[in-house]
């Protein structure tokens, strides 16, 4: 996901105003043909250390996928994943890095489609009732279009690559409700993990209709949301499109873990 410059500036003002882990490698993902795709959770956006080359794409040294192929040995690895990626994006610029010879495939996408960038916007900067309209609007969206758009790019990563294990990645909720939390207020964090929860169902169903494998992060990241105290996401940062999303650490303790888990069984194909 990735917001404007202009809105993130306005952003930044009114908000402003107001260790590491080693995994062990895998011997299994030997010969392992493997092609990350999706938006800026995939590439990494928010965890730094981006190559230079990747321009707005803002592709992490941190990012999951990097972290995956360093600690595993494959036959071949492709990092296709994008910033501000809509499943339409992801169709029409990612799938050529996909061939019969793929085996091994991840991806995160769909909240771009659902307007992720603006619904933050509208809850930080609005009021309450305009967050909640604005994330009903978002919800709305996913339930009704979403899942076709979905179903369409799934079909289209299928017939590129035929005999891949597919990892479809969800998205953790973005707070802890605590009391005491300076920043948006609880009701309208609550809304906002509300919609996460909308989102990642949505997108688990059509991974199931896909035959492709769902991973839940929710789970690793349950403890490390915003106003947690370990938050492994960014909340307004610099520079302001790494905002409302994972970490180094984010990717490390908690993309990592979920995409290996899948992954090994995977490269055992």
């Known amino acids: 996901m990735r917001f404007?410059?202009?809105c993130l500036a306005a952003l930044g003002a009114a908000v402003l105003a107001a260790g590491s882990i080693v995994w062990p490698a895998s011997a299994s993902a030997a010969g392992v043909r493997y092609v990350a795709l999706g938006d800026s959770y995939s590439s990494g956006t928010g965890a730094g250390d981006y190559d230079p080359a990747s321009g707005s794409c803002t592709r992490s040294a941190n990012a999951y996928p990097n972290l995956w192929a360093a600690?595993?040995?494959?036959?071949?690895?492709?990092?296709?994943?994008?910033?501000?990626?809509?499943?339409?994006d992801v169709a029409s610029g990612q799938l050529g890095a996909l061939s019969d010879a793929t085996t091994l495939v991840s991806i995160?996408?769909?909240?771009?489609?659902?307007g992720f960038s603006d619904v933050m916007l509208t809850c930080v900067l609005q009021s309450t009732s305009a967050c909640e309209s604005r994330v009903a609007e978002a919800e709305r969206y996913i339930q009704n279009t979403l899942p076709g758009?979905?179903?369409?790019?799934?079909?289209?990563?299928?017939?590129?690559?035929?005999?891949?294990?597919?990892?479809?990645l969800g998205y953790p909720r973005l707070y802890t409700i605590v009391s005491g939390c300076i920043g948006i207020g609880n009701t309208k964090r609550k809304v906002?993990?509300?919609?996460?929860?909308?989102?990642?169902?949505?997108?688990?169903?059509?991974?199931?209709?896909?035959?492709?494998?769902?991973?839940?992060?929710?789970?690793?990241f349950a403890g490390h949301e915003l106003c947690s105290g370990d938050d492994?996401?960014?909340?307004?940062?610099?520079?302001?499109?790494?905002?409302?999303?994972?970490?180094?650490?984010?990717?490390?303790?908690?993309?990592?873990?979920?995409?290996?888990?899948?992954a090994a069984r995977g490269a055992l194909t």
């Open 4 to 6: 404007s410059r202009p």
């Open 71 to 88: 600690q595993n040995e494959t036959e071949s690895y492709e990092f296709a994943a994008c910033s501000g990626a809509t499943s339409t």
């Open 108 to 114: 995160t996408v769909g909240g771009n489609d659902a």
């Open 149 to 168: 758009r979905l179903d369409d790019l799934y079909g289209k990563i299928r017939d590129r690559a035929p005999g891949a294990r597919v990892v479809v």
């Open 192 to 220: 906002l993990n509300g919609a996460a929860d909308v989102l990642d169902e949505t997108i688990a169903k059509a991974a199931a209709r896909a035959g492709f494998v769902w991973s839940d992060v929710r789970d690793e």
């Open 232 to 262: 492994w996401l960014n909340s307004v940062a610099w520079p302001f499109e790494d905002s409302y999303h994972p970490t180094a650490r984010g990717h490390r303790l908690g993309y990592l873990p979920a995409f290996a888990g899948t």
